[in-house]
């Protein structure tokens, strides 16, 4: 493929359409937020139940984002992307009508629970099909230069950014009206991006996909340090993140439960009053993702030429751990506020540069198996990070899963510092179009 047809295959067209396969993949990860109160007291399940509901999502993906990148390497990225999507419209459906999918499946009176275990196959059913977001990234890999894959991969970074910030908002409102209307209009926009790829997404022009299995790619992913290091730092960071936002709540209904909707600290608190909080704090995340989506979709494109990726991975850590920090010493609420300003600014940095080294460093006929396993990793981390922020919390109190989770990124900010100084040299020499010394 020549330059000119990596900068612009075929117009906008792509590059909307993986932007809407993203956004509407991150759509459903949060849109079942707003609706876990009524499932705890419809459908009689537990808070751990609840949990789990939430997190088999995030399992899904980990487990098959690998497969959909080998996939898409073999048969092709658009009809895994657009399959997909078609998939996850499925599952939306099911989401949203899981009580009459359970009347045709267990009988007209069917029990609360049997309700309640076909809502947990549609969260896994949308998880399996929503974990071909390794293929959009891949997609993104085949289509641009060395030199302009941050800028595309961070566009897909600020859809992610967008979608996970506005899916709780949009099932918040349309539950409003019925408790099947965030699952329809979350199909709608599934079946609307399918038939747009459908008819405007050019196969992109690559190498024949590799043989290899799986376990085949994640051994030379371990061994290959150029690959496992930056996977290993996709992991430290999102698992840093994933920690801030699964105990924000929390930690603001522990420290400032005014601006949080309470009137007294709650050290300990229920469901009810989560939920309650829940409006206060998606408005403040709001502003983090939009900062982040900001500068992934726009500010990274001038960054990374000037800078180079290796070192944002240690720019970008450095200011997410800061800005938690911040967060976590803060003696008012206006500190906090400065901190969810510095935290996703590191965040913006960090992602797109970590898929874009990540895809320069991988063989290009099997960009979509490892930046599968990427994806896998950050399915992991989001369900590590909230799982080690909840230990925390509840060992050593609101303010020290902030402290812990700075940590964590003062490690990969250590380790981004190492990978610059031991294969900088090497990726600059790829984005000249030099020769690469040996990992």
């Known amino acids: 493929m020549s330059d000119a047809q990596k900068r612009d295959p075929a117009g906008r067209s792509p590059l909307l359409f993986i932007f809407l396969t993203v956004f509407i993949d991150l759509l459903g990860f949060g849109i079942v937020i707003p609706l876990l109160p009524i499932y705890s007291i419809a459908y009689q399940a537990s808070e751990a139940e609840l949990g789990l509901l ?35 419209a499925l599952a939306y459906l099911a ?21 309640l275990y076909v ?30 894959r941050t800028k595309g991969l961070g566009l897909v970074g600020a859809a992610f950014g967008l979608g996970f910030t506005l899916g709780p908002a949009m099932g918040g409102e349309l539950a409003k009206y019925s408790l099947h209307a965030p699952g329809v209009a979350a199909a709608g ?12 997404l050019p196969e992109p022009a690559r190498r024949s996909g590799s043989r290899a299995y799986g376990g085949e790619q994640l051994r030379r992913a371990i061994q290959d340090s150029r690959i ?55 408005r403040y995340l709001f502003v983090v ?22 070192r944002l991975i240690i720019a970008g850590p450095v200011l997410l751990g800061i800005g938690l920090a911040i967060v976590g010493f803060a003696p008012s609420f206006a500190w906090v506020i400065v901190g969810c300003v510095v935290m996703p600014m590191g965040f913006g940095l960090s992602n797109p540069s970590v898929s874009s080294l990540l895809s320069r460093a991988a063989p290009e006929e099997e960009q979509g198996a490892f930046l599968g396993i990427q994806q896998s990793v950050s399915s992991l981390a989001r369900m590590v990070g909230p799982l080690l922020a ?50």
Request: with cysteine.
């Open 54 to 88: 939430f997190a088999c999502f995030s399992g899904m993906q980990f487990l098959f984002a690998p497969m959909w990148g080998r996939l898409s390497d073999r048969i092709g990225r658009k009809p895994v992307l657009v399959g997909g999507l078609i998939g996850t």
């Open 95 to 115: 989401f949203g009508f899981s009580d009459e999918v359970a009347r045709t499946l267990f009988g007209a009176d069917c029990s609360p629970r049997e309700v």
């Open 119 to 148: 809502l947990f196959a549609s969260r896994m059913l949308a998880g399996f099909f929503g974990a071909n977001i390794s293929t959009a990234n891949a997609y993104i890999a085949d289509v641009t230069t060395a030199e302009n």
């Open 189 to 200: 926009l599934s079946l609307a991006a399918a038939l747009f790829g459908w008819w405007k």
């Open 228 to 282: 496992g290091g930056v996977l290993l730092l996709a992991f430290l960071f999102v698992t840093a993140f994933a920690g801030f936002e699964a105990m924000f709540i929390l930690f603001g209904l522990a420290n400032f439960p005014e601006k949080f909707g309470m009137t007294t600290a709650i050290a300990q608190a229920t469901l009810e009053q989560k939920m309650a909080a829940a409006p206060y704090a998606g």
């Open 289 to 310: 993702g939009m900062i982040s989506a900001a500068i992934q979709g726009g500010l990274i494109r001038r960054i990374a030429p000037r800078f180079g990726e290796t």
């Open 390 to 439: 909840g230990l925390v919390f509840t060992w050593q109190g609101s303010r020290a899963p902030f402290f812990v989770s700075a940590g964590v990124l003062g490690v990969a900010a250590a380790l981004g510092l190492y990978y610059h100084r031991r294969h900088g040299a090497s990726f600059d020499l790829k984005r000249a179009g030099g020769a690469q010394p040996a990992s």
